[in-house]
């Protein structure tokens, strides 16, 4: 049975995604194998934080459309 990866590590792994801008698919799968998009990676900053930093735009409406939330900014 293969081990599942804690929450920590997709986190991680979802915001290191969006920094390096990789295509929505494969933050898609990220989020269906259990990453979060209004979990805080570190301190504090959720995905939305790095995708607006990042200025990746295509990936701030993704997370949105799949329930980012704004007040958690």
């Known amino acids: 049975?293969?081990?599942m990866p804690s929450l920590q590590?997709?986190?991680r792994e979802l915001a290191d995604?969006?920094?390096r801008c990789a295509p929505l698919?494969?933050?898609r799968i990220l989020?269906?194998?259990g990453a979060k998009v209004n979990e805080?990676?570190?301190q504090?900053?959720?995905p939305l934080h790095y995708a607006v930093y990042q200025q990746y735009y295509e990936c701030v409406n993704f997370l949105f459309v799949r329930g980012a939330d704004i007040g958690k900014l």
Do not use: E, K, N
């Open 44 to 46: 504090g900053l959720r």
């Open 17 to 19: 995604c969006i920094i």
């Open 31 to 33: 989020l269906a194998c």
């Open 40 to 42: 805080p990676v570190t």
């Open 9 to 11: 590590t997709l986190q």
């Open 1 to 3: 049975m293969p081990l």
């Open 25 to 27: 698919d494969d933050i």
